[in-house]
C-alpha cells in the first residue's frame, strides 16, 4: 500500500506502547484530521458517512461515533452499543459535555472519534507514555480544551474483544499503580472546574472498582496492600481537592 500510494506512510518504533506509537503517528500525520483505531479493530464502510458529516462541519474539534463490539468466538457476535445521550444536531462545547457527563459515564476510548488535527497540536494534547488507562487522561484533557463538538449515532467502528487485552486481562499491581497515575495527572493540572473534577473522580472510580472486580484471589491481598501503599497520593489529591473550594466541598466531588 505504501509504495502504491504516497499519502501513506509506514513508520516503524521500538515497542514503547500504545501512547508513544499513537504520538509518533500524530508527529507524521499531514492530514486535516486524525484517527486512532487500535490494532484488532476495523472500520465499517458507514465511516464515509461519517465524513458527510464532517463536510458540513469543517471546523469541529472533534465528531464523536458510534462504535459496536464484536466477540471473538467461532460466530463473531455483533453488540450494538448504544448511541450517546445526546442531540445529534447540537454542537456541544467541552464544559457542556462535562456537566452531561456527571449524570451519564460517557465513553471515553480515543479510537471513537475523528480529531481536528491543527485542535490537538495547538493545544499540545497527546497521549501519556508509561499509562495504562491513557484513554481516560486524553478524554478529559480533550474536554478541557474543546469548544466543538458534536456526536453521530452512525456505527462506524468495531471494537473487537479478545480475552487477552489490556483492559480483561489479570490485573496486577501495575493495573493499581497506572490508575494512581492516572489520577495525579488528570488533577496535576489544578482545574478548578467542578464538572471536569467530579468527571475525573468518577472515571478513576470506575477503574479502581474495575481492578478489584478483575482480580484473581491469588494476587487479591497484594494488590489490597499496595491501594494502602497510595495513601500519600490519595492524601495529595484530597488535600488539592480541599484548596480549590473555600466552602463546602460538591457532594458529588465527595
Known amino acids: 500500500i505504501c509504495t502504491e500510494n504516497k499519502t501513506v506512510k509506514n513508520a516503524q518504533i521500538k515497542p514503547s506502547g500504545l501512547s508513544v506509537a499513537r504520538n509518533s503517528g500524530l508527529e ?3 492530514g486535516k484530521y486524525i484517527i486512532f483505531i487500535d490494532a484488532d479493530d476495523w472500520f465499517n464502510c458507514e465511516l464515509k ?85 491513557e484513554d481516560n487522561v486524553f478524554w478529559l484533557e480533550i474536554m478541557q480544551k474543546a469548544e466543538k463538538i458534536m456526536f453521530s449515532n452512525i456505527v462506524a467502528y468495531n471494537y473487537l474483544i479478545r ?31 467542578e464538572g471536569y473534577l467530579v468527571v475525573a473522580a468518577h472515571k478513576m472510580l470506575v477503574l ?6 478483575m482480580c484473581p484471589t491469588k494476587n487479591r491481598d497484594r494488590v489490597i496492600s499496595q ?21 463546602n466541598i460538591p457532594n458529588l466531588l465527595k
Open 28 to 30: 507524521l500525520a499531514k
Open 49 to 133: 458517512n461519517v465524513f458527510d458529516v464532517l463536510k458540513k462541519q469543517e471546523d469541529l474539534n472533534v465528531l464523536y461515533y458510534t462504535a459496536q463490539s464484536v466477540v471473538e468466538d467461532e460466530n463473531m457476535k455483533i453488540y450494538a452499543q448504544q448511541p450517546y445521550k445526546v442531540d445529534f444536531e447540537k454542537i456541544y462545547s467541552g464544559n457542556e459535555v462535562l456537566r452531561l457527563a456527571v449524570n451519564y459515564n460517557f465513553p471515553h476510548e480515543a479510537w471513537r472519534g475523528i480529531y481536528s488535527r491543527s485542535f490537538l497540536i495547538d493545544n499540545k494534547l497527546s497521549f501519556k507514555p508509561g499509562l495504562l488507562y
Open 163 to 193: 480475552a487477552n487485552s489490556i483492559v480483561r486481562s489479570v490485573i496486577t499491581e501495575k493495573n493499581v499503580k497506572s490508575v494512581f497515575d492516572n489520577i495525579q495527572v488528570a488533577f496535576e493540572n489544578n482545574c478548578r472546574n
Open 208 to 213: 479502581l472498582k474495575s481492578c478489584e472486580y
Open 227 to 247: 491501594f494502602q501503599e497510595f495513601k500519600e497520593i490519595k492524601e495529595d489529591i484530597i488535600s488539592l481537592i480541599d484548596d480549590m473550594y473555600d466552602e
